[in-house]
């Protein structure tokens, strides 16, 4: 039991990085992408593979993970500059599209269909951490610094010109604001701290296939968001934790037929959604600090 409840916590701080690089963007900057489980991907692949091939160290691997996406969101940001709205949400989805391809094809990197097998455990200071314990903290460890780092930047003027394109990109624009930049800058800081997670994701599992970074991840990750809140600082944990919790109450509901589980769950997630959208459309998190204010 122990064992499962670590499981549990750890790839919920997993998840948490990721809701909260992707409402970062969707919440704060208005820009909403279906491709963010390609810098999740990406990040763990590049993770993966430097510890294969060159040093298992995260002061290594990390760096290397977010470098990669910072580069790749390049490739989504472009469109950012010219495009906003449902059009963007379209090219996110080419990109996300896209990716599955190449992560499926290339198998000098990823391994193709077959994924990366064998991949050695973090080394933090020539310690290898297998430990459950010492992996939650050191999932922890990543986790409270993207929250760090994120509410410092929304603090800034940065933060504050993302409020601005979001609330109305053609009055930021009359008042000098540089969109472009702004925008490909916010997309690049997502990507990166994103690939944090894909790296400690690697590193956790120790293996990895295109199957963890398909369009349905992308698609729950939204809905982390999305429920818990968008636009807060506490929404994405929220939404996290609870669609991290469902999947096992699910489990120790014995009446449930345990083969359609699955099916069960995405049915969950999806009513989840419609009756928030009704009821609260700001989300748990979102309402109660609309309500506060």
């Known amino acids: 039991m122990l064992a499962y409840l670590l499981n549990l916590a750890t790839l919920a701080c997993i998840n948490a990085v990721l809701a909260i690089t992707l409402n970062f963007i969707m919440g704060y900057a208005g820009i909403f992408s279906l491709a963010h489980a390609v810098f999740f991907g990406v990040g763990a692949y590049t993770a993966a593979w430097f510890a294969m091939h060159v040093s298992a160290s995260i002061f290594l691997a990390i760096p ?17 500059l010219r495009v906003r709205g449902e059009y963007f949400v379209a090219a996110s989805l080419g990109l996300q599209v896209l990716a599955v391809t190449v992560f499926s094809e290339w198998k000098a990197f990823t391994g193709g269909l077959g994924g990366l097998i064998g991949i050695p455990p973090a080394s933090l200071f020539g310690h290898d951490v297998t430990d459950p314990v010492q992996f939650l903290l050191l999932a922890l460890c990543g986790l409270v610094p993207v929250m760090l780092v994120t509410t410092a930047l929304l603090r800034t003027s940065f933060g504050r010109n993302l409020k601005a394109i979001r609330d109305s990109e053609s009055a930021s624009y009359a008042f000098g604001k540089n969109v472009a930049a702004i925008k490909t800058l916010s ?38 968001v999305i429920i818990g809140g968008t636009g807060t600082l506490l929404g994405p944990i929220v939404g996290t934790l609870l669609l991290m919790l469902l999947p096992s109450l699910f489990s120790y509901m014995t009446f449930l037929p345990q083969t359609q589980i699955g099916a069960i769950q995405q049915m969950a997630y999806g009513l989840a959604m419609v009756l928030l959208m009704i009821f609260r459309p700001g989300g748990i998190v979102g309402a109660r600090a609309r309500k506060s204010a």
């Open 187 to 224: 997309v690049a800081i997502s990507a990166a701290l994103a690939a944090i997670a894909g790296a400690l994701y690697a590193f956790y599992i120790g293996f990895i296939n295109v199957e963890s970074f398909m369009l349905n991840t992308s698609v729950l990750l939204m809905a982390m």
């Open 64 to 80: 290397a993970a977010m470098l990669a996406a910072a580069l790749l969101s390049l490739v989504l940001a472009l469109p950012a």
